[in-house]
T-cell receptor
């Protein structure tokens, strides 16, 4: 019930393309869904987050799409750049708790 | 400092030894979390401190793991009698309060057990 499933495990996208990473969850008590970006040797950094009262949130080239009925959410990176090459983690947290449950990560490589 | 500070950045030790990992959260952040990241895996919650409340230890994998937070600031994660499966990156995060606030992560301690 606490699991968050993330796919794909790895992704290669050409510069300028759209990167799409998907996550699915089981626990209907989850009400906060952040995405983190992690570069090698660094800690994860919060990229963008959404709550289930909206279906989409956009910040610059990064968009979260949220489907409450399907219990799925996804990260879209528009106009992907080589500097976006990193590992991306989705996560979820129920309103009554503070600890985050993370997906297993997606390693994104943006090629020239 | 501006961010969460963890030390050491790398630790190599022999199986059976005890290790201590340190986390210095962002000033003013009352909530502090420890996570473990194994190779190719997501982050696994270990323990959470909020102010003076009793910590949430529900993620600690065994009684060899313990953590404390002194004075509501610096935290130490201790692993006793280390095993090879303890090899991982140990990440600390802090947030202003427990709920509805983003967690800011340090760069972690990479622990290798020989």
């Amino acid at each position: 019930q606490q699991q968050v499933k993330q796919s794909p495990q790895s992704l290669i996208v050409q510069k300028g393309g759209i990167s799409i990473i998907n996550c699915a969850y089981e626990n209907t008590a989850f009400d906060y869904f952040p995405w983190y970006q992690q570069f090698p040797g660094k800690g994860p950094a919060l990229l963008i987050a959404i709550r289930p009262d909206v279906s989409e949130k956009k910040e610059g080239r990064f968009t979260i799409s949220f489907n409450k009925s399907a219990k799925q959410f996804s990260l879209h990176i528009m106009d992907s750049q080589p500097g976006d090459s990193a590992t991306y983690f989705c996560a979820a947290r129920p309103g009554t708790a503070s600890k985050l449950t993370f997906g297993t990560g997606t390693r994104l490589q943006v090629t020239l | 400092g501006a961010g969460v500070s963890q030390s050491p950045s790398n630790k190599v030790t022999e199986k059976g030894k005890d290790v201590e990992l340190r986390c210095d959260p962002i000033s003013g952040h009352t909530a502090l979390y420890w996570y473990r990241q194994s190779l190719g895996q997501g982050l696994e919650f270990l323990i959470y401190f909020q102010g003076n409340s009793a910590p949430d230890k529900s993620g600690l994998p065994s009684d060899r793991f313990s953590a404390e937070r002194t004075g509501g600031s610096v935290s130490t994660l201790t692993i006793q009698r280390t095993q090879q499966e303890d090899s991982a990156v140990y990440l600390c995060a802090s947030s202003r309060t427990a709920s509805n606030q983003p967690q800011h992560f340090g760069d972690g301690t990479r622990l290798s057990i020989l």
